[in-house]
Nanobody, 126 residues
Framework: QVQLVESGGGSVQAGGSLRLSCAVF????????MGWFRQAPGKEREGVAF???????AYADFVKGRFTVSQDNAKTTLYLQMNVLKPEDTAIYYC????????????????????WGQGTQVIVSS
């Protein structure tokens, strides 16, 4: 049973940093994609970043240069380092897994991802 468990959310002032973690349990795929998504109150869910198992990454334009997605060497934990946070980054952040190959150009829709965590709240105050 695949499980994704996020942690690391919290409240921070604008300009600050947070690092989100996503512990991954129960999968052994050698070709996969792991992503971060977020959903703000009253808004649609949106893709933030992803990393494929080959180390390639992609980011939404609104976080480029501020956020970094990575995995630990054991490939059991996914991270999202968030710097220069803005009030508009306030949202619930979710990690997600696609265990059958790499992410494609429509990754931001989330449709490729079959497994999701429960989410962690990030609040950025001005």
């Amino acid at each position: 049973q695949v499980q994704l468990v996020e942690s690391g959310g919290g409240s921070v002032q604008a300009g600050g940093s947070l690092r989100l973690s996503c512990a991954v349990f129960g999968y052994t795929s050698s070709s996969y994609c792991m992503g971060w998504f977020r959903q703000a109150p009253g808004k649609e869910r949106e893709g933030v970043a992803f990393t494929n198992s080959d180390g390639s990454t992609a980011y939404a334009d609104f976080v480029k240069g501020r956020f970094t997605v990575s995995q630990d060497n054991a490939k059991t934990t996914l991270y999202l380092q968030m710097n220069v946070l803005k009030p508009e980054d306030t949202a619930i952040y979710y990690c997600a897994a696609k265990l059958s190959g790499y992410c494609g150009p429509r990754w931001r829709s989330g449709i490729e991802f079959g497994y999701w965590g429960q989410g962690t709240q990030v609040i950025v105050s001005s």
